[in-house]
């Protein structure tokens, strides 16, 4: 029965394939991709064929066996080969010694037969087939997961069919050669129901030809070396197996022996070797020298530097260390230092990272500066210990502080406009190497990035600073303002005391007015201070607007005559303090507008929903094109003695406390501010006050 199904299913296999290779000739122009996949179903389609026909042990079917193999890695490595090159020649030598294998599969498919009659020697070369037929299996799919990994993400739709169905081939084959080793039997149920599994495959290759058949794979270092690892394991295990074998052939005391030799090996190794840096580091520089084109990945170097420099936070180390540890990083160096150019020919100390040297003293280093300037080279610090640094075609004689680093391995300069930020010194490597072309493209191209964060950060700082000063300047103008009002009112009182100051209500207007002006250059000062703020702001509530105007127009009838109409009983919604200053601000602005003698009115009534508080003067007015581009500007005004502050801020205050302010002028008929407020309830009437 199980001869039966052997050879029907084989049969079958070999029609569909047969079919699959007819159906691919239509694809024969798609290019050698398609020609490798045409020759590996027709291979495949020989290889049922033979053992259907002739049994799976006999030689044709063995030689078919290898031609198939090697026609679909040949498939494998065109999809490959497109994309690489010459940039991976470790997946490529991978690649070449697994077809090696395959044909010494093939050399063993041919010359077991012929020892028929000799047992031992027909068993050994069985196993030896078998075990190369694990060999054929494991690299295979390896490299099939290797490709696929490695595809493009809007190619994996294309390539996922053919890929599955080649994983299912060889995992099949993996478990038929495994169980036959160890079982040391015939496995033919496996063997015969082996036709049938690849029959269950054929779909999944008819529909990847329908499929797309732009296959883009995207070279990984990563990958490699997840592919090279795996294929490390496969190897140490065939190793064992094989060693277990000849140890059995051998027979006698010696098998118990060898086992623990072995064993007693690989714990000797393992505990020496792994925990080792120094060892880790080495294998990966041998591995990068003699397998990879080039000895960084730049997309994950680049990948891995924006990441180090990008992360910010409260938590994080300053810039200056994250920038010396992203090239520590690249270089695998243990530890580095960043040097800061000063604007005097020096170096200063501007960062660490588990540097573990004395801190040099760069002294005598303008000569230096001046050739990284105009040279932009990565220094040789192995050449720098013998007092030379080589520029170009020549040498400078390197600083004393420079020399005598001992362990330092490069010197990388951050250029920034073709201005020196800074000089970033690594650690040698834990296994040391000179540096090549490859260390000082990279170096130099990575320098010049993180000098421009790191110049990006001081502008941040330069203008975080300067944004301080200007508030303060901004904050100061206030001031100076308020200061100008306050000599105006003093100034007044002086002239008028000449006259009046043998009257008790004069002089009692007189301390009022003084108290006043304490108390309001007190405020000042507590302005000034850092931090400060114009007016301590209270939360908006219902208040009675003609209270807080008879606050305001007391102080400045004093030096003006100020008129007040309107409805004792009006409340706004406001907040009191910072709407006096605002009034106090467009007040102040009509009387330094008006004429001596001519009064400024201040009305206020409830217009709609709104209160309005008109001030109003018969000045000198103000242009149409003046309100609209310049008004509102700080530092602008019409007044030769004027700071432009006070229509600026009181727009600002009123802005503030949830109002607007409107103005209307005319050039010589004068000018009146409006301001706007949201109605309240009744804040209480307030009685009316005569003024003399």
Known sequence: MIALIGLWSHALAAVLYGALALWQLRYWGAGPRS????????ATSVWAI??????PTSVAAGVAETGRNFAFLAFMFAIFDEADGDRQPAVKLVYTVLAAVIGLQLTLAGVIPGFEKNPLVHDALAAAAQIIGLTVAAGSLVLVHNLYGQAAPDSRWGIRLPMIALAAMWAYDL????????????????????????????????????????????????????????????????????????????????????????????????????????????TRVMLAKHLFEHRYDYRDEWLRFTRTIGIAGEDQAPLAQRIVKALADIAEAPGGLLLAAEADGRFSVGAEWRWRHAV??????????????????????????????????????????????????????????????????????????????????????????????LAEARGQEALADAQRFDEFNRRFAFIMHDVKNLVSQLSLVIRNAERHADKPEFRQDMIATLESSVKKMNDL?????????????????????ASTIASVAEVKRRVHPVEVQGDRALAALADPGRLAQALMHLLQNAIDASPPQAPVTIRYAARGREAAIEIADTGRGMSAEFIRTRLFQPFASTKESGFGVG???????????????????????????????PLAESAGAVPERKYA
């Open 175 to 282: 478990h038929l050669y495994t169980v036959a080793y160890l079982s040391r039997s015939p496995v033919t149920d496996l063997v015969a129901m082996r036709g049938a599994m690849l029959a269950m495959l054929v779909p999944l290759f008819a529909l990847s030809t329908r499929r797309n058949t732009e296959w883009r794979v995207q070279i990984s270092r990563a990958a490699t070396f997840q592919s090279l690892s795996v294929i490390g394991i496969f190897a140490y295990l065939l190793l064992m197996m094989s060693a277990t074998r000849i140890l059995e052939v051998v027979g006698g005391h010696w098998v118990r022996i060898g086992q623990v030799a072995v064993i007693f090996a690989m714990t000797v190794i393992a505990t020496l070797l792994v925990p080792s840096g120094r060892m880790r580091a080495w």
């Open 647 to 677: 229509a600026y801020e009181a727009k600002g205050l009123v802005a503030a406390i949830g109002g607007r302010l409107d103005v209307e002028s005319r050039e010589g008929a004068g000018t009146r501010f409006t301001i706007f407020l």
């Open 35 to 42: 020609h490798r996949l045409l020759g590996a179903f027709a």
């Open 525 to 545: 000062l507590a302005r000034l201070s850092r931090g400060g703020s114009n007016v301590e702001p209270e939360p908006v509530r219902a208040v009675s607007v």
């Open 360 to 453: 040099p003293r760069c002294n005598g280093s303008a000569d230096l500066i001046r050739a990284l300037e105009s040279h932009a080279f990565v220094i040789d610090l192995e050449s720098a210990r013998g007092g030379r640094i080589r520029v170009g075609d020549a040498e400078i004689a390197a600083p004393d502080w420079l020399a005598s680093i001992e362990d330092g391995w490069a010197g990388i300069p951050l250029l920034h406009n073709d201005r020196l930020v800074g000089l970033v010194i690594l650690e040698h490597p834990l296994v040391r190497r000179p540096l090549d072309w490859e260390d000082f493209d990279l170096f130099r191209t990575v320098g010049m990035q993180a000098a421009s964060y």
């Open 50 to 55: 033979f053992v259907a026909l002739l049994g």
